[in-house]
């Protein structure tokens, strides 16, 4: 119990979670559970990085929430709660913007990515995003951040945020790995296989979301881009359509990549897209079931959030009370 290393991940409650984030993140978190001393949150102060309609973002918690419990996330293994219900994010954030250089932050691909499209009306919290990451994580002092493959770079910011200020004052935080799964690390859209899948994609074919219904998960898999030959081989570099399906096979399947090559020898592109759709939907059917249960029952989801928050903050404002000592502000007594 007491080795337990600890576990800490969230994802933003920005839209209807995507079988990117699943199988590139979510799913990892739920085999995790059994070995290891977990949180999960939902990241609704993240998400506000971006304008977001308030019903929609109230909404949606609700729904993450219950996606979360869906795919296997147990609020009794695990400790599941709403960022913004655990006030300690906001004010480590504070001392950590303190501690974060501009130049370091500047250089964080993400924000040049989201910044570059959207001009001078750019949210200083797009900015200052990977410090209140930061917050996130070295609060409840984790060993391991499960993220996908695009959040490598802030976890290393919080490593090194973490070990500036304990070389500043004295050894404060635990300093965080990034973790990643096997498969799935990075799913990329089903339009673009260069780009990766994003639930707040526009081009609603890039991205199969865990509510799809099975026939619109099928269609969106007939309309994959793919190249122009005909042979199902694993090639990222000249094949990157027809490896993303192989690999989003592979997770819905729990098939090894070669194995799926030899399944599908000299069978065409045509066959196995609509093989890939049919494993989908299969795979999210269990899921989409239990989530329109959860969902109905909005009260035991508030109860759930409430719980998650109460012990987030146990461990969250102990750390926070730590940090606030090391650089000087006075407690109240
Ligand atoms: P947005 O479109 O709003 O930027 P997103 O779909 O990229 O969102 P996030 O909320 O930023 O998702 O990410 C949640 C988790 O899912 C992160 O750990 C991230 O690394 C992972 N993730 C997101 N998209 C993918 C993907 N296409 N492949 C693998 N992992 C992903
Ligand atoms: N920025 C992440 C979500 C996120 C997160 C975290 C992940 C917020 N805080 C702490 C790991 C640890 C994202 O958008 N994927």
Same mark, same amino acid.
Not at 17 to 22: A, C, E, V
Not at 226 to 252: F, H, Q, W
Not at 299 to 305: A, F, H, P, R
């Given at each position: 119990?007491?080795?337990?290393?600890?576990?800490?991940?969230?994802?933003?409650?920005?839209?209807?979670?995507?079988?990117?984030?699943?199988?590139?993140?979510? $799913?990892?978190? !739920?085999? @995790?559970?059994?070995?290891?001393?977990?949180? =999960?949150?939902?990241?609704?102060?993240?998400?506000? %990085? /971006?304008?977001?309609?308030?019903?929609?973002?109230?909404?949606?918690?609700?729904?993450?929430?219950?996606?979360?419990?869906?795919?296997?996330?147990?609020?009794?293994?695990?400790i599941?709660y709403?960022?913004?219900?655990?006030?300690?994010?906001?004010?480590?954030?504070?001392?950590?913007?303190?501690?974060?250089?501009?130049?370091?932050?500047?250089?964080?691909?993400?924000?040049?990515?989201?910044?570059?499209?959207?001009?001078?009306?750019?949210?200083?919290?797009?900015?200052?995003?990977?410090?209140?990451?930061?917050?996130?994580?070295?609060?409840?002092?984790?060993?391991?951040?499960?993220?996908?493959?695009?959040? $490598?770079?802030? !976890?290393? @910011?919080?490593?090194?945020?973490?070990?500036? =200020?304990?070389?500043?004052?004295?050894?404060?935080? %635990? /300093?965080?790995?990034?973790?990643?799964?096997?498969?799935?690390?990075?799913?990329?859209?089903?339009?673009?296989?260069?780009?990766?899948?994003?639930?707040?994609?526009?081009?609603?074919?890039?991205?199969?979301?865990?509510?799809?219904?099975?026939?619109?998960?099928?269609?969106?898999?007939?309309?994959?881009?793919?190249?122009?030959?005909?042979?199902?081989?694993?090639?990222?570099?000249?094949?990157?359509?027809?490896?993303?399906?192989?690999?989003?096979?592979?997770?819905?399947?729990?098939?090894?990549?070669?194995?799926?090559?030899?399944?599908?020898?000299?069978?065409?592109?045509?066959?196995?897209?609509?093989?890939?759709?049919?494993? !989908?939907?299969?795979?999210?059917?269990?899921?989409?079931?239990?989530?329109?249960?959860?969902?109905?029952?909005?009260?035991?989801?508030?109860?759930?959030?409430?719980k998650g928050?109460a012990q987030a903050?146990r461990?969250?404002?102990?750390?926070?009370?730590?940090?606030?000592?090391?650089?000087?502000?006075?407690?109240?007594?």
């Amino acid at each position: 119990m007491e080795n337990k290393k600890r576990i800490y991940s969230a994802i933003q409650p920005s839209g209807t979670f995507t079988i990117g984030n699943y199988f590139g993140a979510m $799913k990892n978190w !739920v085999a @995790l559970q059994d070995e290891h001393d977990c949180l =999960f949150c939902l990241a609704n102060m993240h998400a506000i %990085t /971006v304008p977001q309609e308030p019903a929609k973002l109230r909404a949606r918690t609700y729904e993450c929430l219950a996606m979360l419990m869906a795919i296997g996330i147990d609020p009794e293994k695990s400790i599941l709660y709403v960022q913004s219900q655990v006030g300690a994010h906001a004010e480590l954030s504070w001392i950590l913007n303190c501690t974060a250089y501009m130049g370091e932050l500047s250089r964080m691909t993400q924000y040049k990515v989201k910044s570059g499209k959207q001009g001078s009306t750019i949210r200083v919290g797009l900015f200052d995003y990977p410090v209140l990451m930061a917050a996130d994580i070295l609060l409840y002092q984790a060993d391991l951040v499960p993220v996908g493959a695009d959040q $490598k770079q802030h !976890v290393e @910011l919080a490593r090194d945020i973490a070990e500036r =200020f304990n070389t500043t004052y004295s050894p404060t935080f %635990t /300093v965080p790995e990034p973790f990643f799964g096997t498969a799935g690390r990075r799913v990329m859209s089903l339009q673009d296989p260069t780009s990766k899948m994003s639930k707040s994609d526009t081009n609603v074919n890039g991205f199969i979301s865990m509510t799809d219904a099975p026939n619109v998960i099928i269609k969106k898999f007939k309309r994959a881009v793919t190249d122009s030959e005909t042979e199902v081989r694993y090639d990222p570099e000249t094949k990157p359509g027809i490896s993303n399906l192989m690999e989003i096979y592979s997770c819905a399947t729990d098939q090894s990549i070669e194995a799926i090559e030899t399944e599908f020898a000299g069978q065409g592109y045509g066959a196995f897209k609509a093989a890939v759709g049919e494993a !989908v939907a299969e795979a999210l059917k269990p899921i989409q079931e239990k989530y329109t249960l959860l969902l109905s029952d909005k009260g035991e989801l508030d109860n759930i959030m409430k719980k998650g928050a109460a012990q987030a903050s146990r461990i969250a404002y102990k750390t926070l009370a730590k940090a606030q000592r090391k650089v000087g502000f006075v407690l109240p007594k």
